[in-house]
């Protein structure tokens, strides 16, 4: 079946502007995690979703970072006002409901100049 | 808090040989999951094996085997056979059983070579 899809794939904007990173699961499973992924920091969770539990959003690291999951499906990463240190590979991955493996998109490259 | 350690930023292994990729971990949880992760170029991350902390055998997938140390808190990757397509960024992660604790931890990764 079909994996965790992420759109857009690559993303360039400009310091200062809102992004929205979206991801689709893979169908039936209930949570959902965004993780970062960059060169100084390696990769660290933001925020995970369980059905229609409030969110875990201990790892997103200012206020400008927000995530939403409409549907307990699709989720968005928003990120306003962008700064440079937001460049990186932003991960999707879901699971079922206390699964053991997280299946990973391919990542959403964000680049802001 | 948890806290994962891989202390080879790169390996250089010859096309059939085994190879062993260290990680150790730090946690006060009581129950955890270790995990090991590849990461190709092309940048997605695939899931290799599982180890739970009760589990009584190392956990094994094909050619990859976890060597898991609990007293020593280590869990090594070995992988037999290495083939070209294993060249790519392996990392070792981990987490919490109890509810709730959901996110992995990851380490730094290894990047790992295969030479023909």
């Known amino acids: 079946g079909a994996g965790v899809s992420q759109s857009p794939s690559n993303k360039v904007t400009e310091k200062g502007k809102d992004v929205e990173l979206r991801c689709d699961p893979i169908s039936g499973h209930t949570a959902l995690y965004w993780y970062r992924q960059s060169l100084g920091q390696g990769l660290e969770f933001l925020i995970y979703f369980q059905g229609n539990s409030a969110p875990d959003k201990s790892g997103l690291p200012s206020d400008r970072f927000s995530a939403e999951r409409t549907g307990g499906s699709v989720s968005t990463l928003t990120i306003q006002r962008t700064q440079q240190e937001d460049s990186a590979v932003y991960l999707c991955a879901s699971s079922l409901f206390q699964g053991r493996e997280q299946y990973f998109g391919p990542g959403t490259r964000l680049t802001v100049t | 808090a948890q806290k994962i350690t891989q202390t080879q930023p790169g390996m250089f292994v010859q096309e059939k040989e085994a190879v062993t990729l260290d990680c150790t971990y730090d946690t006060s949880d009581p129950s955890y999951g270790l995990f090991w992760y590849k990461q190709p170029s092309s940048g997605e991350m695939i899931f290799l094996i599982y180890?739970?902390?009760?589990?009584?055998q190392n956990a094994t997938e094909g050619r990859y085997s976890l060597n898991f140390q609990k007293a020593r808190k280590s869990a090594n990757l070995v992988i037999s056979a290495s083939q070209l397509g294993d060249s790519a960024m392996y990392f070792c992660a981990m987490r919490g059983l109890i509810q709730g604790a959901q996110k992995l931890v990851f380490g730094q990764g290894t990047r790992l070579t295969i030479n023909p």
């Open positions: 180890q739970g902390s009760y589990d009584q």
